[in-house]
């Protein structure tokens, strides 16, 4: 179903495509969308995002952020459906290997991007809540008992760090890297539906869990940024209580258990590690 819609959704704004198309097919099924690529006969690639789970995500807000950061690669957008073409970007997604300073300054560029947007242009913009699908969780559970007090503790001592646009989600799977013929990195930040007005502290302590930096990397970044270390490793705690939290939103899986153990898992180690520099 979600093939066809792609399908005809890239014809109707492309019919002079419709007898060049040599491969279709689904790249990616994701939380709030299914991605298709669609390569050409003379090679041209073409990415294809079919939106779901709109009463979750805010395509208003994500046109919003259009009108304030551009997307070279963007072709055509419905803001009705959230539905989207897009230029193919070359590359692969991020590895954990590749992060080295080169890699996180390079990061540190992209995020400013979202960062540096002037205060007064961020009228129409969406800020983080926190506490966006508390509803949803099962408050029988060991792990809400256990994890949510520090969660709530955390974000009401916090609540008065400055806030920016934030692209949320600054992630392995949305920094498509490759290496040039002169052997230097490129970076290319994607997908900004997650996009609100929210602290730095949460953008990049949400990068520290999608990215599960070990601690001297994560003693790098917040150098690099001239962040206190500690309130980081917070963050990196608070967004992945907040993965959990949203995790109710999807439907019980054993796949699903596995990822909340994951999380659990990280939540543990945000913890010990803030003690370890306590201590030091």
């Known amino acids: 179903m979600a093939k066809e819609v792609a399908k005809k959704f890239f014809l109707d704004h492309f019919p002079k495509y419709r007898s060049q198309i040599r491969s279709f097919k689904k790249i990616l099924v994701g939380f709030s969308n299914q991605i298709f690529k669609i390569v050409l006969l003379d090679g041209r690639a073409f990415k294809v995002r079919i939106a779901e789970n709109n009463h979750l995500i805010s395509r208003e807000n994500e046109l919003a952020i259009l009108k304030l950061i551009e997307d070279p690669y963007l072709l055509a957008y419905d803001k009705t459906t959230g539905n989207a073409i897009y230029e193919w970007v070359e590359g692969d997604q991020l590895k954990v290997r590749f992060i080295d300073e080169e890699i996180l300054l390079k990061v540190i560029e992209l995020g400013n991007k979202y960062h540096s947007v002037p205060k007064e242009k961020l009228v129409d913009i969406e800020e983080h809540k926190h506490f966006d699908f508390y509803s949803k969780i099962d408050k029988d559970r060991m792990e809400y008992q256990e994890y949510f007090p520090i969660y709530k503790e955390l974000i009401d001592k916090h609540k008065n760090l400055p806030k920016v646009l934030t692209h949320n989600d600054i992630s392995l799977k949305n920094l498509i890297h490759s290496i040039k013929e002169n052997g230097e990195n490129e970076l290319i930040l994607i997908d900004y539906e997650w996009a609100r007005i929210n602290t730095i502290y949460w953008e990049y302590?949400?990068?520290?869990?999608?990215?599960?930096?070990?601690?001297?990397?994560?003693?790098?970044?917040?150098?690099l940024l001239n962040l206190d270390l500690k309130i980081l490793i917070d963050f990196a705690f608070i967004a992945t209580f907040y993965s959990w939290q949203l995790s109710f939103s999807w439907d019980r899986s054993e796949r699903l258990e596995k990822y909340r153990g994951k999380l659990i898992s990280q939540l543990e180690r945000y913890l010990e590690l803030k003690e370890e520099i306590l201590e030091k």
Request: proline letters at 0%; hydrophobic letters at 40%; glycine letters at 6%.
């Open 205 to 223: 302590g949400n990068f520290i869990k999608e990215s599960q930096l070990t601690l001297d990397k994560i003693e790098l970044l917040a150098q």
